[in-house]
């Protein structure tokens, strides 16, 4: 009996990790459009890797859970870059030189607000739905829908300019 | 709840994010040595303070000739919590300073200091 639950245990477990992993391509493309440079992009999924394995209870979308850790992790150390900003300056290394601006879609979503770009990514990059968008950001599904159609007028009219 | 479908969004999400490289899944997490220099500066300036705030009650304590006081009444007395009584000695300052065999006894917000 025991021995029953440590197996379904570890079953759910490799099941979750392994979710998580599945799902590591489409997040880090997420956080990329996001605006995070290739490396923050790395570390800030690393981080929530390491949270990933620490979560005993896995939740229902690995997906959109590694995004909104991976995005909270990416916003604390931008923040925390922040304060060594000006030894970047001095070195002549300012993270923004490196981000992927040949993308125009990536380009338009920088000119929306963080939120919205959070809802236009969780929704067409993660394919979450309004209900686990909602959960993920502690808004409800009405709000997530106000965001996203606000979000997507505005993409619309700067992509088809 | 319906939800506005938009597949020509999803397929242009699809189709320009696929652009991004992935890079393989680190094992490892790299980490800034900024971080690990922040950290032992940071660790640096508590060991300091730490010292020199211990320096800083010890002298006090010793400059009011209450050498025999234990740690934690020494930073009373440096921060003026309590204050020295010296009892049954007609000795000079200079003398209960370096008086090295005395007995300090606390009483509410008074050191009572008394030469053996």
Redesign the interface.
């Given at each position: 009996m025991v021995s029953a639950l440590a197996d379904d245990a570890e079953l759910a477990d490799t099941t979750w990790l392994g979710a998580c992993?599945a799902a590591?391509?489409k997040v880090?493309?997420?956080l990329?459009?996001m605006g995070a440079t290739?490396?923050e992009a790395?570390?800030a999924?690393?981080?929530a890797?390491?949270r990933a394995l620490s979560v005993r209870a896995p939740v229902a979308s690995p997906d959109g859970w590694l995004f909104i850790v991976a995005l909270r992790r990416w916003k604390r150390a931008r923040w925390?870059a922040r304060l060594?900003r000006p030894?970047d300056v001095i070195r002549g290394q300012a993270s923004a030189a490196s981000r992927?601006d040949r993308?125009?879609?990536?380009a338009e979503l920088g000119r929306l607000t963080e939120q919205q770009r959070t809802v236009?990514?969780a929704r067409?990059?993660l394919?979450l739905?309004?209900?686990e968008i909602g959960e993920l950001l502690g808004v409800t599904?009405g709000t997530v829908?106000a965001i996203?159609?606000q979000a997507?007028r505005k993409?619309r009219e700067r992509?088809e300019r | 709840m319906n939800e506005p479908v938009s597949r020509d969004l999803d397929l242009l999400f699809q189709e320009r994010l696929s652009r991004i490289p992935v890079p393989p899944r680190p094992t490892v997490r790299r980490r800034s040595p900024r971080r690990r220099i922040a950290a032992a500066v940071a660790a640096a300036a508590l060991a300091a303070a730490a010292m020199g705030t211990g320096f800083a009650a010890n002298a006090a304590a010793e400059a009011q000739g209450a050498t025999c006081a234990d740690l934690v009444t020494r930073f009373k007395l440096l921060t003026g919590a309590v204050h020295v009584v010296h009892e049954g000695s007609d000795a000079t300052h200079e003398e209960r300073t370096h008086e090295a065999i005395n007995h300090c006894e606390v009483h509410g917000t008074t050191i009572t200091v008394s030469q053996r």
């Amino acid at each position: 009996m025991v021995s029953a639950l440590a197996d379904d245990a570890e079953l759910a477990d490799t099941t979750w990790l392994g979710a998580c992993e599945a799902a590591y391509p489409k997040v880090y493309r997420g956080l990329v459009a996001m605006g995070a440079t290739p490396e923050e992009a790395a570390d800030a999924l690393q981080d929530a890797f390491e949270r990933a394995l620490s979560v005993r209870a896995p939740v229902a979308s690995p997906d959109g859970w590694l995004f909104i850790v991976a995005l909270r992790r990416w916003k604390r150390a931008r923040w925390r870059a922040r304060l060594f900003r000006p030894l970047d300056v001095i070195r002549g290394q300012a993270s923004a030189a490196s981000r992927d601006d040949r993308i125009d879609l990536v380009a338009e979503l920088g000119r929306l607000t963080e939120q919205q770009r959070t809802v236009l990514i969780a929704r067409h990059a993660l394919g979450l739905s309004q209900k686990e968008i909602g959960e993920l950001l502690g808004v409800t599904p009405g709000t997530v829908g106000a965001i996203a159609y606000q979000a997507t007028r505005k993409l619309r009219e700067r992509l088809e300019r | 709840m319906n939800e506005p479908v938009s597949r020509d969004l999803d397929l242009l999400f699809q189709e320009r994010l696929s652009r991004i490289p992935v890079p393989p899944r680190p094992t490892v997490r790299r980490r800034s040595p900024r971080r690990r220099i922040a950290a032992a500066v940071a660790a640096a300036a508590l060991a300091a303070a730490a010292m020199g705030t211990g320096f800083a009650a010890n002298a006090a304590a010793e400059a009011q000739g209450a050498t025999c006081a234990d740690l934690v009444t020494r930073f009373k007395l440096l921060t003026g919590a309590v204050h020295v009584v010296h009892e049954g000695s007609d000795a000079t300052h200079e003398e209960r300073t370096h008086e090295a065999i005395n007995h300090c006894e606390v009483h509410g917000t008074t050191i009572t200091v008394s030469q053996r």
